[in-house]
């Protein structure tokens, strides 16, 4: 059974016998969603005003499963679902979890201005969350999402650019590094071998330069590379040759990419548009757009 | 300059005028290492006294540059460098990063227990750090390394396996459900599929089904799907001809290596390995195996 969107809620007016006293600690919606008195319901209709209830009922019984500290927070860590990368960390409370529930934008309770935030809602890169999961602990919390823009404020992709063994390491031009991990790290390893095209004469020799340089062998590297790949199961190789042969075709190709200026996470969504494990993200995709 | 591996350091006895008075607010090294009077300087050697005190030096300033909240914390969030999993999520005091810093294990501050813990210390499941990244705001830390094994307490690869949306859903059997990004997610699809193979007509139709049943049909997929990808760069096609035709390498690819029984994160092993951007880590490695 699909869920209603909770954010696309009305609240109507119900009167006895089917006025229901609803608690108002919490709201469904937008952070500025007014919160009235109990005698409001949000329902979509009286008819799916059972489910709705029901539906309630059940958010209120997870968010009760969260070992709120005694300020009754959780720690929320919002992640890029198609890359990984770690966008920010913040703290939530029952209010923020069920706003994210109904929103699906990640949201945050800012301990220094006392209040619910939505990330995005004044910079509009909201972080769209496709899931939120719990830890074994229950006292921590993953917004799995796709964000709109840059999370940080100031501009960087994620809040974490500061790497501490490199700064001890001396490693100056390091400061600002995002902390990518490996498929981005190589994507940015080969973007920066594209840059230094543009510098003649720099740095060591390059295999990857060399490639992006050279358009027919990198074509003929990821025809020879896939075809080794192949091989590895036609002539029955042993494993660790096929994790190698795998690392090839993805370095050639993400060469490729950085030829057309395609970014790998733009690969991702596409697969996990196409791929979405339940079915049931796109079938609500599909449902919004009509 | 390579720093020196702070766990090796052995504390020496210095005489003045060399005798130094060290903070032994904390330690360096492993979290069962004795805390010893300021007389003893941790240093490999007297010939390496005054870089070990510089380096001292500069993970007490790094320290100091932390936001420690008022019980002296900052979240600590451990991340799979390869996959970009969210292993586990702690607190860190100073301690916990001083150590996390010397021994290159992910080590956290047990609120519960009030002691260090190096994550790994009873279940032998460490985490070895590889890069250390603070925030914007300087409160929250992730430690970007590679887990030796499961990391939750529960056999678990992360602690994150709660889905609260599915739950909602009364999706019923994803009720353990890993917090894995796209490509694993893309990975755990292909693993399914791969174990129907052993239910006759189980299911819908599948065409990754068909392609696991069928290695001629999957190979030429691989190789017709490589070629198209080239040919979006020699025809000059459009970047999300070649975004689109780079996702079904990689999916063919991957269904390629469920044939094999070959995960996802040692072919970005392989590639960390290879790619690792700085070098230093490779040439510590090859220090430490001679």
């Known amino acids: 059974m699909a869920i209603p969107h909770l954010h696309s809620l009305q609240p109507v007016r119900v009167s006895s016998p089917c006025r229901v006293s609803v608690s108002n600690q919490y709201h469904y919606g937008r952070s500025n969603f007014s919160r009235k008195s109990s005698s409001l319901v949000y329902a979509s209709s009286t008819s799916n005003f059972d489910r709705d209830l029901h539906l309630q009922s059940k958010v209120e019984t997870v968010l009760d499963s969260v070992k709120w500290d005694e300020k009754g927070l959780a720690v929320a860590i919002a992640q890029n679902v198609d890359t990984g990368a770690i966008l920010m960390q913040g703290f939530a409370n029952r209010e923020a979890v069920a706003t994210t529930v109904s929103s699906r934008k990640a949201t945050f309770y800012s301990r220094s201005?006392?209040?619910?935030?939505?990330?995005?809602?004044?910079?509009?890169?909201?972080?769209?969350?496709?899931?939120?999961?719990?830890?074994?602990?229950?006292?921590?919390?993953?917004?799995?999402?796709?964000?709109?823009?840059?999370?940080?404020?100031?501009?960087?992709?994620?809040?974490?650019?500061?790497?501490?063994?490199?700064?001890?390491?001396?490693?100056?031009?390091?400061?600002?590094?995002?902390?990518?991990?490996?498929?981005?790290?190589?994507?940015?390893?080969?973007?920066?071998?594209?840059?230094?095209?543009?510098?003649?004469e720099s740095g060591k020799p390059s295999w990857t330069r060399r490639l992006l340089s050279d358009e027919k062998l990198l074509c003929s590297k990821i025809r020879e590379e896939a075809d080794e790949l192949c091989r590895t199961l036609e002539e029955n190789e042993d494993r660790l040759r096929a994790a190698s042969e795998m690392a090839d075709v993805l370095y050639h190709g993400m060469a490729l990419l950085a030829r057309k200026?395609?970014?790998?996470?733009?690969?991702?969504?596409?697969?996990?548009?196409?791929?979405?494990?339940?079915?049931?993200?796109?079938?609500?995709?599909?449902?919004?757009?009509?």
Not at 133 to 149: A, E, M, Q, T, V
Not at 160 to 179: F, G, I, M, N, S
Not at 266 to 288: A, C, D, M, T
Request: proline share 3%; glycine share 6%.
């Open 261 to 290: 200026g395609v970014k790998m996470e733009e690969v991702l969504e596409i697969l996990r548009r196409r791929f979405s494990q339940s079915g049931i993200e796109e079938k609500r995709n599909r449902k919004s757009q009509t």
């Open 113 to 200: 201005r006392s209040t619910l935030w939505t990330k995005g809602e004044t910079s509009n890169n909201f972080i769209n969350v496709q899931e939120i999961f719990l830890d074994c602990d229950r006292d921590s919390i993953i917004y799995l999402g796709k964000p709109d823009g840059p999370t940080c404020h100031t501009g960087s992709e994620t809040c974490y650019y500061t790497p501490v063994l490199d700064l001890l390491e001396h490693r100056q031009d390091e400061e600002h590094k995002l902390a990518l991990t490996t498929l981005y790290s190589l994507e940015s390893t080969i973007a920066k071998r594209k840059e230094e095209l543009e510098v003649p």
